[in-house]
């Protein structure tokens, strides 16, 4: 059974720092293509970033370029999110997804249960 | 960035109608377009890939076509766990990007 499972969300005040993590099962972690999304509060998904297999590419929506950086490691299957410069407006769960990079269409088939980002003072 | 339109924003509907989601891209996406269902509380689930193939599990009742900007999700006799928000989502360029959403709830 494939599991993802986030973690590290919590409170922060606004320009803080905050690092999200995503621990994979049941999948050959190093062959997906993983993601980020986000859901602030009533509003609908948005999609952050993602990282190819081995971590060396990176693409992020424009609004968290220069503030967030994802990152992988795959001996430990293990997929992160380090946010700095949080706003008020980057309050929402985050979902980790993997990318089925190798089926057509190229879909986000398995999601975690989410971590809720609350920037706030 | 490509943009993603869906028309309606909403809708009610009542057990056993046909409804019929509409997912527009603001360029040719090939078939680069999936589809999420989503219910309070939970995870988005993948229904539909690559416009029109059925995910693994998920009803017949569902489906999906279209190709390059036009797309669509059918649900042919609504059911009661139907009822829910639908996604859809472009792929085609490395940067992803979600439709607004439709939400259906019941009439």
């Known amino acids: ?121 | 960035d490509i943009q993603m339109t869906q028309s309606p924003s909403s809708l009610s509907a009542s057990v056993g109608d046909r409804l019929t989601i509409s997912c527009r891209a603001s360029q040719n996406i090939q078939i680069y377009l999936n589809w999420y269902q989503q219910k309070p509380g939970k995870a988005p689930k993948l229904l539909v890939y690559a416009a029109s193939s059925l995910q693994g599990g998920v009803p017949s009742r569902f489906s999906g076509s279209g190709f390059g900007t036009d797309f669509a999700l059918t649900i042919s006799s609504l059911q009661p766990e139907d009822f829910a928000t639908y996604y859809c989502q472009q792929s085609y360029t490395n940067v992803f990007t979600f439709g607004p959403g439709t939400k259906v709830d019941i009439k």
Request: hydrophobic content about 35%; some cysteine.
């Open chain 1, 1 to 121: 059974e494939v599991q993802l499972v986030e973690s590290g969300g919590g409170l922060v005040q606004p320009g803080g720092s905050l690092r999200l993590s995503c621990t994979a099962s049941g999948i050959r972690f190093s062959n997906f293509w993983m993601s980020w999304v986000r859901q602030a509060p009533g509003k609908g998904l948005e999609w952050v970033a993602n990282t190819k297999q081995d971590g060396g590419d990176k693409y992020y929506v424009d609004s968290v370029k220069g503030r967030f950086t994802i990152s992988r490691d795959n001996a430990q299957n293990s997929l992160y999110l380090q946010m700095n410069s949080l706003r008020g407006e980057d309050t929402a769960v985050y979902y980790c997804a993997s990318v089925a990079i190798a089926t057509s269409g190229t879909p986000l088939d398995y999601w975690g249960q989410g971590t809720l980002v609350t920037v706030s003072s």
